[in-house]
């Protein structure tokens, strides 16, 4: 039997060690990760998306992409001959973006956030207070890892701006009904995984290997 490939897209500045815990059967699935390239500049979601399809080497793969990762597999997918799309932690429409999103596209606030911060989070650590944050800080710290100014900058920009407003009725949606980043009462019919939040990929990876084999082959 030929293996499956299944190629994976991580979040927005998150290296693809996210992944590290998920674990599909190797005698039915092959697994591949796409780590994020530095975008030209002023290079549009369009062209960035058309890089990244490249490095998809199979016809009829299977392509997941997490939180901004989703956003960028949906735009990949108009480049490729794929045998299912699945979003976990995502949109897919701008219609499903959070009202503070939505207002920051309108204001052009998003363009005043320091993403340069991302750059020094060891110093954010050291003086992060509370056990909680140094927690979620240390987790940023091992899987934040795509910290170029230029990028962080870009993909902002374009995950606010996002202007897919038809949604593709072929994506498989994946999603926590404890999402912080996008509120699950924004998304319209998605597979809910209970209890999960925005890195539930983290998380929640148990379910991911229980119910992602099910799900790939399913007709």
Same mark, same amino acid.
């Given at each position: 039997?030929?293996?499956?490939? =299944?190629?994976? =897209?991580?979040g927005m500045a998150a290296d693809i060690t996210i992944f590290e815990n998920?674990?599909?059967?190797?005698? !039915?699935?092959?697994?591949f990760f796409i780590p994020w390239k530095l975008p030209k500049s002023k290079e549009s979601i369009e062209a960035y998306a058309k890089r990244m399809a490249k490095e998809v080497h199979h016809d009829n793969a299977v392509l997941i992409g997490v939180s901004f990762g989703g956003v960028m597999v949906q735009?990949?997918? !108009?480049?490729?001959?794929?045998?299912?799309?699945?979003?976990?932690?995502?949109?897919?429409?701008?219609?499903?973006?959070?009202? $503070?999103?939505?207002?920051?596209?309108t204001t052009k606030a998003y363009k005043l956030l320091p993403t340069s911060w991302l750059q020094d989070i060891e110093k954010l650590v050291k003086y992060a207070f509370g056990d909680s944050l140094k927690r979620?800080?240390?987790?940023?710290?091992?899987?934040?890892h795509v910290r170029d100014k230029n990028y962080l900058d870009w993909a902002l920009?374009?995950?606010?701006?996002?202007? $897919?407003? !038809?949604?593709?009725?072929? =994506?498989?949606?994946?999603?926590?009904?404890?999402?912080?980043?996008?509120?699950?009462?924004?998304?319209?019919?998605?597979?809910?995984?209970?209890?999960?939040?925005?890195?539930?990929i983290l998380s929640k990876y148990k379910w991911f290997n229980s119910n992602l084999p099910k799900i790939i082959l399913e007709e």
């Open positions: 039997m030929n293996k499956i490939p =299944v190629y994976f =897209v991580p998920i674990h599909l059967p190797d005698d !039915q699935f092959e697994m735009e990949m997918a !108009q480049y490729l001959n794929l045998r299912k799309l699945i979003i976990i932690s995502s949109v897919k429409s701008s219609s499903e973006l959070p009202r $503070r999103m939505k207002i920051a596209k979620k800080l240390k987790l940023y710290e091992k899987y934040l920009e374009n995950m606010i701006c996002w202007n $897919r407003t !038809q949604i593709d009725p072929k =994506v498989i949606h994946i999603h926590g009904d404890a999402d912080e980043v996008f509120p699950a009462k924004n998304i319209k019919e998605f597979i809910n995984v209970k209890g999960g939040t925005h890195a539930m």
